[in-house]
């Protein structure tokens, strides 16, 4: 019996690496799979960055179990990373924030490592960059934020220390450069970079599953791009608890932790936003998210 790392999985086989030995081996499962949570209703299923345990039988390599994850995601599948770089255009698709905002929102949830990264930096004037780089500094008060031109191999350079030795997610929407930064940083991989649809400004999908690529001691993962994200996994009254803006307030409020930040008297976070300390965009986003919540619930209340 020995542990693997599930890099790659394809046409119901799976792609993986020795622990010790760094050898690849093309697997299947064996039989009926053994896995940590026994309680799971729903079909239990092999991700990427899975730790496995297999054995050869006939020559044949198969996978016996999966050994209990540190973390993983839905959408993509992939467990056992260390951090996600989300990977946003400020060209094409769009930038939105409220994008951004939900995208930090679920990944808060998770209580992951964030770092961001903004593309095609070379596409846009320098006013207009200048203009969206003022309010996106806001977010550096919480997470690393860097800024990448297309044109410039070179510009990436400077990045490669934040992959050393770790698993990393590459996320984000799809047509947002995340192919062509992982090219940029290690030109083998030769990965197909993404057309943008021109009747919705949005990216055509190249990457179909996740992947584990080796890099600079670790791993990056390049996931297919989130073409949904669910709110519908939170309860609108815990929302503001994955606000580290807000946290930093809310120890202000009158009702402390029952205080919702919408219609209580004494906010400390609504005093926060109109002393200009959080951004109307920030807290209207965080407003139409719990809206969306509640539509939701209560559409899906009603199919019952």
């Known amino acids: 019996m020995k542990k693997a790392l599930v890099i790659k999985f394809f046409m119901g086989n799976y792609l993986i690496s020795d622990i010790e030995t760094k050898d690849k081996i093309t697997a299947q499962v064996k039989g009926k799979l ?7 209703k729903e079909l239990f299923i092999i991700k990427v960055g899975d730790i496995v345990i297999y054995e050869n039988y006939l020559d044949r390599y198969l996978i016996s179990e999966v050994l209990e994850r540190h973390n993983e995601l839905n959408r993509p599948n992939i467990a056992n990373f260390n951090q996600v770089i989300l990977v946003f255009s400020l060209y094409k698709p769009r930038f939105q924030f409220r994008l951004l905002d939900k995208f930090l929102l679920i990944l808060n949830k998770y209580k992951l490592k964030i770092i961001l990264i903004f593309t095609k930096i070379d596409l846009i004037t320098k006013k207009k960059f200048l203009i969206i780089q ?3 500094s806001y977010y550096e008060n919480f997470y690393r ?3 990448v031109n297309s044109k410039n191999k070179n510009s990436t350079h400077h990045l490669m220390d934040i992959f050393s030795n770790k698993i990393t997610v590459l996320a984000g929407q799809t047509g947002v450069g ?7 940083l290690k030109p083998s991989l030769q990965l197909k970079t993404q057309e943008i649809s021109k009747k919705l400004g949005l990216g055509k ?5 996740a ?13 297919p791009g989130f073409s949904k994200l669910d709110l ?14 807000f946290l930093l307030y809310s120890d202000k409020c009158y009702f402390k932790k029952d205080c919702s930040h919408i219609k209580e008297i004494n906010c400390g976070v609504k005093k926060a936003l109109k002393l200009s300390l959080i951004p109307d ?6 407003l139409k998210f719990i809206e969306k919540i509640q539509e939701q619930k209560k559409l899906n209340y009603n199919k019952k």
Do not use: V
């Not at 053994?34 to 799971?40: I, P, V």
């Not at 519908?232 to 803006?245: G, V």
């Open 34 to 40: 053994k896995n940590y949570d026994t309680h799971k």
């Open 134 to 136: 003022k309010k996106i």
């Open 145 to 147: 934020i860097y800024y």
């Open 178 to 184: 995340k192919s062509t930064f992982l090219n940029s």
């Open 205 to 209: 999908h190249t990457t179909k599953n």
């Open 211 to 223: 992947q584990l690529y080796e890099f600079n001691g670790g791993y990056i993962a390049d996931t």
């Open 232 to 245: 519908t996994i939170f309860d609108y009254e815990e929302l503001k608890f994955f606000y580290p803006d």
């Open 281 to 286: 965009w920030r807290y209207d986003n965080y």
